[in-house]
């Protein structure tokens, strides 16, 4: 949620923190929270897709910051949407936000605080590999956190200021202050500088009662709450410039109860009080997150452990998807258009008894945040499944319906090595539905082999990088992301029939960038690929088996759309004989011909033979003819 404005009112009033160091403890960690703003302070790239194999790095270094202080963290994420609604209006004013700041970005250059798309991913990933525990709620998570901390007795790290208002025993560390990169030693112990708060010195400080505390908060305005209507700024503070939040606490010490300054509160604005912020004030308790029947049982253990994507709660419960935005102009249509054949597969698996009831998916056309119902689709295979037993289908059907919604087949994907075969699989679908100019195929392709091979995805790039986007270029390798991101949704929803990719090692925006433009100004990839020979035989092999499954898959296309138009078309079956015929006709001629070149090497051999054994002869009897004709360079041999 976040209670309006606290946060920077409170860093005016420092006194309330403690500065304490911090160390041998349980910490719970907001993980949305931390996703964004570890990000966000990095100094990685926004605008050109992201720098995810850096963002690895960095989570790697935050979680051995903490193990070095025999800190425990314990990272719990926001799963689905509220069913209630009440989010409604702040979820549709931040995506227009987002919107606008997206296309100021693609304009200006200017980093405007836009998640990469696949970030998330990066986080949950990583901190899987690093074996940190990792719950999601199957709703918001603030009051799980809250909740888990009291138990637990130990502090919440987050930025979120609705913890400025949880009376947490252990207290609240704010993000911001929390100096992990600079651990400090004492004799054998290890702890992190930080500031620490507690609602104890809140209420002391500000002369308010504890149990006033959720009453301030919904009167000061969360994302829940849009009180109108009341002035709070001309209640006295005993300040010459009231702020709001001042002359509310002012107002708030008179009462005692949280029903009183309810009752009072709307009799000044009745307009603006309404059920469901009363009811988050009075009982402050968890809402109830699920209905019967809507989620099926197998289903909650990866979503509780963040193994399947909390959007999937979101179409299962309210028949709604609200989409990443990318860096992109507002001329551009959304990228999430390439990748919406994928989610209408994932929303026919969700919803197959409901399959005539659209899916509301929430995108931009233009700098306008749209609401677009999508119809859910199924492939031959998917049409056949039912969500409650999908876990118990056999593992090529489950194959079968990802590879069917990507338009491709496993023919050539074995080839491969497993990490890379959806990523290949992905990037035909992309040929396919974003038609990329060739240098921007080689170049991602390039740039996913260099990272997968060295992990670092610096090995070509210039030190001085690209600082201006070009949007056409950036809006094509966006609509690559969405794919990916959406294929791994989709993918994890099937029980991973093909291993998921570390998505690190995939994709570094200013790298691909970095290759476009070198080979627009004339950089040729031998130049590129020459001090890198592991990287060029990956990228050749990665090359050869997308362009060979993208050719047989249009080659299947062809064949079908042959056989609708024409139905006395020898069967698939049939043509396959024949071209067992012509390719061992093929092979004969292959090698006679091989046999025949060989022959004729042999007969060359044998004249150059002779040639020399002559010529030998002829440089004996006449040394001074040879000798010129060595200067002359007619020494044919």
Known sequence: MGVQGLASFLEHHRNIYREVRFGRSRLLVDGCNLNYLLYFSSGLDQNHGGEYAAYETL??????????????????????????????????????????????????????GILPQMAELVFRQTLARLQVPVAQCLAEADQEIAALASEWRCPVLSNDSDFLVFDLPAGFLPISHFQWREVRQSGSLSSISCWSYCTSSFCSFFGLQRQLLPTFAALAGNDYVKLRGIDWTRFDS?????????????????????????????????????????????????????????????????LTQARLSGNILDVLRLHRMSLGFCIETQELPSANQTSRPLRQVMYGLLLGKDKFTP???????????????????????????????????????????????????????????????????????????????????????????????????????????????????????????????DSIRLNQLLGLPLPEPDVSRLYQGPLVHQLVHRMRSGGKLKTLLRSDRPSQELYRSLLSVVRRVRAASQNRRKAATRRRRNPEEPSADLRRLFLRDEETESEA??????????????????????????????????????????CRGRDLL
């Open 238 to 302: 005993g300040r010459e410039a009231c702020s709001r939040l001042e002359g509310l606490l002012c107002w708030l010490r008179g009462f005692k109860e949280p029903q009183e300054a309810l009752e009072e509160a709307s009799r000044n604005s009745p307009d603006s009080l309404n059920q469901g912020w009363a009811i988050l004030v009075l009982e402050g308790r968890c809402p109830a997150t699920l209905r019967s029947g809507l989620v099926p049982s197998w289903m909650l253990l990866p």
């Open 59 to 112: 989570i790697e270094s935050f979680i051995a910051a903490l193990r070095s202080c025999d800190i425990t963290p314990y990272v719990v994420l926001d799963g689905g949407s509220d069913v209630t609604d009440k989010k409604l209006e702040t979820i549709a004013k931040r995506g227009k936000d987002r919107v606008r700041k997206a296309h100021e970005a693609a304009v200006s250059g200017k980093t405007m």
């Open 589 to 630: 001629r292959v090698a006679v011909a091989a046999q025949e070149e060989l022959r004729l090497q042999e007969e060359l051999l044998q004249v150059r033979t002779r040639y020399r054994t002559k010529e030998r002869r002829n440089r004996s009897k006449n040394p001074d003819l040879a000798r010129k004709e060595e």
């Open 359 to 485: 899916v509301e998916e929430i995108d931009r056309e233009g700098l306008t945040l749209i609401s677009v119902p999508v119809k859910p689709t199924f492939t031959r295979t998917s049409k056949r499944l039912r969500l409650d037993s999908l876990p118990q289908v056999a593992l090529s059907d489950r194959r079968n319906v990802l590879l069917e919604a990507l338009g491709v087949t496993q023919e050539f994907l074995h080839l491969l090595p497993p990490q890379l075969q959806l990523p290949a699989a992905v990037s035909c679908y992309w040929l396919q539905k974003a038609q990329p100019p060739p240098d921007l195929q080689r170049a991602l392709l390039l740039g996913m082999s260099n990272t997968l091979r060295s992990g670092t995805g610096n090995s070509f790039q210039n030190k001085s990088g690209i600082k201006k986007v070009d949007v056409n270029v950036s809006h094509v390798f966006s609509q690559w992301q969405v794919c990916m991101k």
